[in-house]
């Protein structure tokens, strides 16, 4: 169905016809054919000997020139203005940028510096308006993305200017969101690092945070950028080598000199880049550990913290230290502190003491530059993280459980845990018994959490499916996606069938939610991606935008997905918009 503004497109398509037409029948609807008449009154001469009009007295030059077309100027002119002043009047409407054709505006990319080609592309591609079309239509061919990324690369390569470079390489990204134009993006975006501009290295390592599967030599051009001279270079390259899953070991050592740089963004993006080789970045612990003890900016020793827990038991010479954070007045320092001594194990086992203190919530928070710093979201935090930290301390040395519930009442703790803590002496079935009951508690974090743990322990009895059905209904539809994947999991039959139904609700948590239990039950896995590709096929525009933003977290942001929510985020529907911005920042 046409929208106003394709209404108004076809009434100036009529409006040329019939303007054609008017020029047409002014210039060449009254020809002669034979007929002799007088070219000033138009009086028939025919049978008349003299070149003389009878009626007003002109006197044809020649006798050839009785013979003449008659031309009705008005009718031409009227023509005129309609044929052509529909399309002015729509294009001051409108503006003259929807009337170029997608063609010419990808064509010009790479070969002008001017930026109305690049808004072009970006408003055609991000709305999903086609050329002369303002209603909705399918995206750019698949002929049109590879000229349109060969342009981009052109612009990224050849341009006059940084800024034209820069935004060369932004609209590469936008043509990745597209198609598959790896072969293209790549090499160009590799090349673009070693640009004697800061600007074009920084959007080039920029343009790949959220992708994935790069190639080797542009991780290893991203390597050499975190020795850049400019520190938002150096930022970009440690950032995407924290989330780069593909990283050489080879780069540990440049990053653990980055600990030392005097801007504290760098130091602390150095850290979280090590945080992602996990054990492997053990030669960083004490460098971690005095930057954890003694860097004047807070997120930086939180971030220090951090990363070793990652390091694991390796940081074990760390424990004074972190112990003595668990008391800290600054929460975000008991928060990491507990954090990173459950993954170092049995060699933390002397702070026991202090993480069920804190689970328990017996140790306050004092007071911060004399205000309260008594917030119930850090004593949650600071709780959660103490338990989990103590559950697997006491796992890691053998020791039973008091309250064998806690060791799957989180979503953190993996399923090579529960199973320890059954070897420890826990009764499966009192676990579940623990679980169900967190059911029926009023923060819905805590009901997720036993409804993962009840799929995470296995247990498929009768109380416990009938509880995990009545779950599938909960008023938080987080807990009810959580409740969906876990029957899922303990083989209930058609448990996915519904993920349509839950996806047209619009809540971002739920896909969310959906995409993160592949991640912690690769057994559903190929059951969800199943039941999420045939929701994006959907007619509902909301469904097709959670089902592309749980396959995200699922699969990775692929370029399908990824263009699925920049249509989402153009639609007309707020709600919608906001949904799809919050999946694609995630």
């Not at 969101?177 to 790896?182: D, K, L, N």
């Not at 202090?354 to 949650?380: C, F, H, M, Q, T």
């Not at 806690?406 to 993996?414: D, E, H, I, P």
Request: net charge neutral; charged share 25%.
């Amino acid at each position: 169905m046409l929208t106003q503004s394709g209404l108004l497109l076809a009434l100036a398509g009529l409006a040329i016809v019939l303007g054609l037409l008017l020029v047409a029948r002014g210039m060449w609807g009254d020809r002669a054919n034979g007929r002799a008449r007088c070219r000033k009154c138009w009086y028939s001469l025919e049978g008349i000997a003299s070149l003389r009009c009878p009626e007003c007295g002109w006197t044809a030059p020649s006798s050839n020139s009785v013979f003449a077309s008659r031309r009705r100027w008005r009718l031409v002119l009227l023509g005129l203005l309609l044929g052509a002043g529909a399309p002015v009047a729509l294009a001051v409407k409108r503006g003259w940028r929807p009337e170029v054709p997608t063609h010419v505006a990808i064509l010009a990319v790479g070969w002008t510096d001017a930026k109305w080609p690049s808004r072009i592309i970006f408003d055609r591609v991000v709305s999903q308006a086609g050329c002369f079309v303002t209603y909705e239509s399918d995206a750019l061919s698949p002929s049109e993305i590879r000229s349109l990324a060969a342009q981009c690369a052109r612009r990224a390569q050849s341009g006059s200017t940084p800024s034209v470079r820069a935004d060369g390489l932004a609209l590469l990204e936008l043509a990745e969101t597209c198609g598959s134009v790896g072969d293209i993006s790549w090499p160009t975006r590799t090349g673009a690092i070693a640009d004697a501009d800061a600007s074009v290295r920084h959007a080039a390592i920029q343009g790949a945070l959220h992708t994935i599967d790069t190639p080797p030599a542009f991780v290893a051009a991203v390597g050499r950028a975190i020795d850049d001279r400019e520190t938002m270079v150096r930022h970009a390259a440690l950032e995407y080598l924290g989330r780069c899953t593909s990283a050489p070991e080879s780069l540990l050592p440049a990053i653990i000199a980055r600990l030392d740089d005097q801007q504290q963004i760098i130091r602390a993006a150095a850290s979280e880049a090590l945080r992602s080789f996990g054990p492997a970045a053990r030669g960083a612990a004490s460098r971690l550990a005095e930057i954890a003890a003694n860097d004047p900016v807070d997120y930086v020793r939180v971030g220090a913290m951090e990363s070793l827990g990652a390091v694991g038991p390796s940081a074990a010479f760390a424990v004074p230290m972190l112990r003595e954070n668990l008391r800290s007045p600054n929460w975000a320092y008991r928060h990491a502190a507990a954090q990173a001594l459950g993954t170092i194990g049995q060699e933390a086992r002397e702070t026991l003491p202090d993480l069920d203190l804190l689970a328990e919530r017996k140790i306050a928070l004092p007071p911060v530059d004399g205000r309260d710093n008594d917030s119930d979201v850090a004593y949650r935090l600071i709780a959660d993280a103490s338990r989990e930290s103590a559950i697997r301390i006491r796992l890691a040395c053998g020791e039973p459980l008091e309250n064998p519930g806690l060791a799957v009442a989180t979503v953190k703790l993996r399923r090579e845990e529960v199973e320890a803590a059954v070897r420890s002496g826990a009764d499966r079935s009192v676990m579940a018994q623990v679980l169900r009951g967190q059911l029926t508690q009023l923060q819905w974090y805590l009901r997720r959490d036993a409804v993962i743990g009840l799929a995470t322990l296995g247990s498929n009895d009768p109380d416990t499916i009938s509880a995990l059905r009545t779950a599938v209904g909960d008023s938080d539809l987080v807990v009810s996606a959580s409740a969906t994947i876990a029957l899922d999991v303990l083989g209930e039959a058609d448990a996915l069938s519904k993920i349509e139904v839950l996806l047209a609700s619009g809540d971002a948590r739920a896909a969310l939610q959906l995409g993160s239990a592949s991640r912690e039950f690769p057994e559903t896995r190929t059951r969800l991606v199943t039941h999420l590709k045939a929701a994006v096929a959907s007619r509902h525009p909301v469904t097709r935008a959670m089902a592309a933003g749980a396959l995200c977290r699922c699969e990775g942001p692929r370029a399908e997905w990824i263009a699925e929510l920049r249509r989402a985020m153009a639609s007309d529907d707020g709600t919608l918009r906001e949904a799809a911005f919050d999946l694609l920042r995630d």
